[in-house]
């Protein structure tokens, strides 16, 4: 069972890289396929930690070939710079293999992102002001700049010149900023070209004839399945699929070959940016878990909102990526409380509803049923087998498992590589 997928499935930052890391040791191919540095992985090996933004958690693991797919949206200064980084705490980074078709983000997308949230006011999505968004946008419009045009000077600057032809409208007459010089953009660019030629690759044809050798190849997905695109909480999402699907459209890997797609799902729910939160708290509970759990981004250093676990976004995330099982991070936060509310159900408008609305309206004024289940207040970090953790713990994560609609295979009880808990070996 070669191909596995690991993805967050709530609204991103579920302790995915602990999850990836834990697995790179026995995998031949750590690949990401959507997103960019708008992702933050924070991973700890030993009494280092690393916080990666872009690059695969795969990376750290000797042994294992880490990838970027065509899907993702590569800005080179911060690829090169995470690189240096990392080969500057002994790192080896040589293996990295990148999509020649994964789109660049390039200096105009970063402004654009910027002005066009600025603009928005009070309407604003709260990216993370990468340039994430404007980057898709010209995928789609067909006027993206991929890592294989950084190898044709001509073809560069005519696509750029294509690109800044609107663009300059747009920034001058709409948000009154100053035009971008096409040729300071080819320039900036090129001098990235020769660093990132070495890792350039076929990518779909190497993970494909590494399948077909029976390699165990791990997709890893960016951001949540409550911020897909396609599935999420639009328009509070990002503009890729961090979803199953997206592991495909991102790599050109067929969807027979993915064997198992574990999701990853935090004890309680954060977010961050706009947009809706059932059971986000706006009291000392939140702020507890904000504090204990450490919710501040690793991109952008801003608080993440905090709420109780919602089962009903959990059995939604099971239904749209075909979850085979579950990781549960972050258990151990949750020591020392009472009781903890688990949200079972909505109530919108007077009526109890069991599953996620499709209506964005209705999903605004979902209201959280919760059950209560009692805490525990012993330190669960140490535990090492299921049995290890209290039992009011176990009960949790087995009322969990059962709303969730899928297994739980793993339960993570610190931050550190070897404090979780394995109950279904994931390979
Ligand atoms: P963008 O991806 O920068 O366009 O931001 C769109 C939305 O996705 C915003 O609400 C961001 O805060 C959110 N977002 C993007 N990346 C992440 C992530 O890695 N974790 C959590 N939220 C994210």
Known sequence: MPALVLLGAQWGDEGKGKATDLLGGSVDYVVRYQGGNNAGHTVVVGDQKYA???????????????VIGNGVVIDPSVLLSELSGLNERGVDTSKLLISGNAHIITPYNVTLDKVTERFLGKRKIGTTGRGIGPTYADKINRVGIRVQDLYDESILTQKVEAALDVKNQILTKLYNRRAIAVNQVVEELLGYAEQIKPYVADTVLILNQALDEDKVVLFEGGQGTLLDIDHGTYPFVTSSNPTAGGACTGTGVGPTRISRVIGILKAYTTRVGAGPFPTELFDEDGEALRRIGGERGVTTGRDRRCGWFDAVIARYATRVNGLTDFFLTKLDVLS??????????????????????????DFHHAKPVYEYLPGWQEDITKAKTFSDLPKNAQNYVKALEEMSGAPISAIGVGPGRDETIQINPFL
């Open 336 to 361: 020392g409380w009472e009781r903890i509310p688990v949200c079972v159900a909505y109530e919108i408008d007077g009526w109890r509803v069991e599953e996620l609305p499709y209506s964005q309206s």
């Open 52 to 66: 990666l933004h872009l690059l695969p958690s795969g990376i750290l693991s000797p042994g294992c070939i880490p």
